[in-house]
């Protein structure tokens, strides 16, 4: 008997159905306007966008618009790429326009449905950002879709690591900016550590689509980016605690796998704490529970996660001497990623590599408050459902199932549970031997590193020749994954997440004719390609006829959302093809969730070696112990962010008053503000309220004044002066420090005075964020004990996150009103030392480049591009007196001068800019 909600559905249709429907009207007119489009040349599609751009600007709406923007797009495309898209790629770019997820299967042409929105947004003049989950990706998309673009008279730029000033700076005043999530969110942070507006890259956050959408806002969502300099160096306490760890007894931790967490039990402690005083970690008195332990505390913890959580060749790798991290959603290498709070430094003691010093925050923020800062955000990913309350929730976003172009042809085959990991690899290898007996490509995915070379060994031994695809083959992946559908290929990958190049049956055209073109150069490429797409042809008919792509998992992941994923690769455009799991009660997953009530009622039902268990409901059993993990995943994730909302709270406010700073060309009446205020606090402070004369602390104001004001006034006798009250020592205090900073003004000029009042601001702001981000990191760490004395741990933190802010606020007035009360002009004999100085340097700066440049030029410019720089100016002496916290001991360059802290920089490039 049929339910209610499933008699409802099969009346009025899901919501999603509902959705594609809404969008069919909108694609009949695209399809119409068709033949118009058509008959227009190729400077017709460049006038068009002008005329669309010119009606924009007269106040038509953008969904007015679409339906031929996305004609003229078509066009484009079909002209420039020879695609045409198909109604299902149009629904797909609608959707994005609308500010939705479009979820769209495998090879059903995600790169393409992007232009749409992106054309139609970019119209606005506005800037549209095109978000890949890697660089390689992010330069092949932008090479391919600027085709399209540049039809369409719209110019497209990209974004990629250590990428020349100039170059990022023109990619991001582009109508479409391809870039990578960590590219966009570092380049926001660096922007807002500059000092002025045209150091600067991007120009807004406007309109963005993320692809591969659900590995980028979920997976990549828990890991803040952070900007950090380096701190002290405690190699020797890294490797001190790392030669305990092994020596502790297994009953002196517990290790919960499900939370990936360990901790010290009771008796683990006192075992503990008797090693530390034997080896001198802990001072003799001293207890681990004493507050001077905190820091050892700390390190021991981290070694022990070290030791018993993260393994070599699954969670990281050990390449050149340095641990690089592997995404344990991607397989691939995350370098220059780094586990934060000496994590990474603990793991480095432990494999024996050069201990890296600990970083200190300069600037931080999350995925999550990066993208909520655009005001249009829209995603594409083939698996995104599992995920739609996390999507709305955070960012706002629906999720839209697009359908399919073809119907889909793959079969998927129930789970196949055996009792060992033995057994199942057994069967694997069997099952793999079939498969490419009769032809059939074999895709096997695995979840780590260690497990895809043991299996490699397995099929090795077999007489079987494959392919293996993890982390160590990072640099061959795009090449790796196009030959996975050849007829009788065999291909081993961890993580399939985001690969980004489809796996097409018979092989991939493109990269064969390369391929043929680098062994030929001087053969005819179109000869080539016609003789490379009739072999295809016959390759491609050849799999089908063997069934297609076999993808063969060998295990469970935690989310369902990397399961479909590897899935998917089979499959694509009504493809034929084949899925199958293979697990065992040895998997993690199974061995976590339960797998000891299984492993009874597997041996009373007499199961024999080598036999699998297959029935829908081991399906339905493991998909809910997955859905369980996904949505402890997410509440982990959404207190993360309730934690980070606090912080993005003061980052806007701190980035917008940086912003006002730069744009302003006078902020004289700011620091004039501050130095009222401080004013108004000191007289406060040392004149109490509804106090008598005799009970002010003239003495106590008149330091305070020559200390914070820098002015010498006859504090102590105005207040022996009769009728003189609190309101009038304000007012007088005041008249001093603003005609001292009128005199000051006055001397230095007032275009140089307002150059020293933004740098010491912007300058000092920046040190008292950096400060408050270490002491918010401080408190976050210990603010959730205070969850054993019942009290709410969020809540915690924002009262006292909003304490701090208001102190740091303070001490920022104060800062800055101090460093200006100090600055003065230099005298004459200053001067000409300092003139003297700087020639002095500039003939050094002269001489060492001319000794510098043959050098760096065989190690730099040929790769580049960039003039060579010389590293020994570095050594150049500084001017004397030179204190860099102080700029009143700088002298008065010019832009253009050398530093005078004798880097050899322009004084613009060093300390006349914001590190």
């Known amino acids: 008997m049929l339910g209610i909600g499933t008699i409802a559905r099969k009346v009025f249709g ?47 709406s953008l969904d007015h618009l679409l339906p031929e923007a996305f004609a003229n797009c078509r066009e484009a495309a079909k002209r420039a790429l020879g695609l045409r898209a198909f109604d299902t790629q149009l629904m797909g770019g609608i959707f994005l326009h609308q500010g939705n997820i479009s979820e769209m299967k495998t090879g059903e042409g995600k790169t393409l449905v992007a232009t749409f929105p992106s054309y139609l947004r970019a119209l606005t003049g506005k800037g549209v950002h095109i978000v890949t989950v890697n660089d390689y990706l992010a330069r092949r998309d932008a090479e391919w879709m600027s085709k399209v673009y540049g039809a369409l008279g719209l110019t497209t730029g990209v974004v990629y690591p250590q990428q020349p000033e100039d170059e990022k700076r023109s990619a991001y005043a582009a109508d479409v900016t391809y870039a990578t999530n960590n590219e966009l969110g570092f380049d926001y942070l660096r922007d807002n550590m500059k000092s002025e507006l045209s150091q600067m890259m991007q120009r807004g956050h406007y309109f963005a689509v993320v692809d591969e959408v659900d590995s980028i806002l979920v997976d990549e969502a828990r890991t803040p980016l952070i900007i950090s300099g380096p701190s002290q160096d405690r190699s020797d306490l890294y490797m001190s605690i790392d030669k305990i760890i092994p020596a502790l007894p297994e009953e002196a931790y517990t290790i919960d796998e499900k939370t990936r967490n360990v901790t010290f039990t009771e008796e683990g402690n006192d075992a503990l704490e008797e090693v530390l005083h034997q080896r001198g970690i802990l001072p003799e008195g001293q207890t681990l529970y004493d507050p001077e332990s905190t820091t050892v505390v700390h390190h021991v913890n981290q070694g022990l996660r070290a030791h018993k959580l993260y393994t070599r060749d699954k969670d990281y790798i050990v390449r050149d001497g340095q641990v690089v991290l592997i995404d344990e959603f991607t397989g691939r290498m995350m370098s220059g990623r780094r586990l934060s709070d000496g994590l990474h430094q603990a793991i480095e003691a432990k494999e024996g590599c050069q201990i890296q010093p600990e970083n200190v925050t300069l600037a931080q923020v999350t995925f999550q408050n990066y993208f909520r800062l655009y005001d249009g955000l829209s995603g594409m990913t083939g698996t995104a459902v599992t995920e739609a309350e996390e999507f709305m929730e955070i960012y706002g976003l629906g999720v839209v199932e697009v359908p399919t172009n073809r119907p889909i042809a793959r079969i998927d085959d129930d789970d196949r549970v055996f009792r060992t990991g033995r057994e199942k690899y057994d069967a694997i290898v069997e099952e793999i031997k079939v498969a490419h007996g009769k032809g059939q490509p074999v895709l096997v995915g695995t979840t780590s590193i260690e497990k895809s070379e043991m299996l490699s060994q397995l099929l090795g031994s077999a007489g079987l020749p494959h392919n293996v695809l993890n982390a160590r083959q990072h640099e061959k992946e795009a090449q790796i994954v196009a030959d996975a559908g050849k007829l009788g290929a065999i291909t081993i990958a961890t993580n399939m997440a985001g690969r980004g190049t489809d796996i097409k049956l018979g092989g991939n055209v493109e990269f064969k004719v390369m391929e043929a073109l680098a062994a030929e150069p001087d053969a005819d490429p179109e000869a080539i390609r016609a003789r490379i797409e009739a072999a295809h042809a016959g390759d491609e008919e050849a799999v089908k006829a063997a069934g297609g792509l076999y993808v063969l998992a060998t295990e469970r992941h935690e989310s369902r959302r990397i399961d479909n994923q590897l899935r998917g690769r089979s499959g694509r455009q009504g493809d034929p093809g084949r899925s199958s799991f293979y697990l065992s009660l040895e998997d993690d997953l199974m061995r976590i969730f339960g797998s000891e009530r299984l492993d009874k009622m597997l041996s009373k039902l007499g199961m024999k070696e080598g036999e699998a268990i297959i029935h829908p409901w081991v399906n339905k059993s493991l998909e809910r112990a997955q859905a369980k993990v996904e949505g402890r995943n997410f509440d982990i994730r959404k207190q993360l962010l309730k934690f980070d909302d606090v912080m993005n709270d003061q980052r806007k406010v701190i980035f917008s008053q940086r912003l006002e700073i730069m744009e302003a060309e006078d902020v004289s009446e700011i620091t004039e503000d501050m130095r009222h205020e401080v004013i108004e606090e000191l007289v406060d402070l040392y004149i109490p309220a509804r106090s008598y004369a005799d009970q002010w602390d003239t003495q106590g104001l008149y330091a305070a004044c020559i200390e914070k004001l820098s002015i010498d006034v006859p504090v102590i006798k105005w207040g022996e002066e009769e009728g003189v009250d609190a309101e009038v020592i304000r007012e007088r205090l005041v008249e001093a420090a603003d005609k001292a900073m009128a005199e000051k003004a006055e001397a230095f000029g007032p275009d140089t005075m307002r150059q020293i009042e933004k740098q010491v601001l912007l300058q000092t702001i920046d040190q008292k964020w950096r400060d408050h981000l270490l ?75 001319d000794q510098a440049a043959p050098v760096a030029a065989g190690n730099a410019s040929a790769a580049t591009g960039e003039a060579p720089a010389p590293t020994q100016v570095a050594n150049a002496s500084a001017l004397p007196g030179f204190d860099e916290t102080n700029p009143a001991t700088w002298g008065n360059p010019s832009r253009n001068d050398p530093c005078p802290c004798g880097s050899g920089e322009k004084f613009k490039h060093c300390h006349g800019r914001l590190a």
């Open 14 to 60: 899901t919501p999603n159905d509902r959705k594609v429907k809404a969008t069919r009207p909108l694609v009949e007119k695209i399809n119409a306007l068709e033949p118009e489009f058509e008959a227009l040349d190729d400077a017709g599609l460049v006038a068009k966008t002008k005329e669309f751009q010119k009606r924009i600007a007269d106040g038509e």
């Open 775 to 849: 002491t918010l990191e401080h408190l976050r760490s210990v603010v959730g004990f205070r969850g054993y004395a019942q009290r709410d741990p969020l809540n915690e933190y924002k009262t006292e996150a909003f304490q701090l802010f208001e102190t740091m606020l303070e001490s920022l007035r104060e800062r800055v009103t101090e460093q200006l009360g100090r600055i003065r002009p230099m005298t004459a004999d200053e001067q000409q030392a300092m003139m003297g100085q700087l020639a002095q340097q500039q003939a050094a700066l002269r001489q060492q480049t």
